[in-house]
């Protein structure tokens, strides 16, 4: 039932981003393990690798801050989280951008911009590596359908 929802999502130009678990361990987790899913994995407090407890793997796709991350609770007080949870809305973040910047690209090179030019950290034994919005947003750019000149 996941992966049916993941694959219509996709065929409906729809980006599904999951977190990866926070078991510490490279046994897939679902739904962030489905193909047609961007996985998240969570950095340590440093970016330079990631957190203990976060799940990694082949089928993790990128990392993104998940460790010391600040947010706001009612009544103006705020709280410190962790975990691959945490770590995701960056991505999703990253991904709301490339498709409001770009929102002619089609499905597989906006993914695409995204995983593809991910910092690579062999150490962290994931798919790719931390994310890069910059980067991301750079690669879309290059791959926007141009109009066909009218001559």
């Known amino acids: 039932l996941l992966n049916d929802a993941a694959t219509y999502a996709e065929q409906h130009n729809v980006l599904v981003v999951g977190a990866a678990g926070n078991d510490g361990s490279d046994q897939p987790h679902f739904p962030a393990a489905d193909p047609n899913v961007i996985s998240v994995a969570a950095l340590n407090s440093e970016f330079s690798g990631l957190a203990s407890f976060s799940d990694y793997g082949g089928w993790v796709d990128v990392a993104a801050p998940g460790t010391v991350v600040y947010g706001p609770l009612p009544g103006g007080r705020w709280a410190r989280w962790q975990g691959t949870s945490i770590a995701t809305p960056f991505v999703a973040g990253e991904a709301a951008l490339v498709?409001?910047?770009?929102?002619?690209?089609?499905?597989?090179?906006?993914r695409d911009s995204i995983s593809n030019t991910a910092d690579k950290m062999p150490q962290a034994k994931i798919g790719r590596g931390r994310i890069d919005i910059v980067a991301a947003l750079a690669d879309a750019a290059k791959h926007v359908p141009r109009p066909a000149s009218k001559r």
């Open 99 to 110: 498709q409001a910047a770009y929102p002619t690209l089609p499905f597989g090179p906006r």
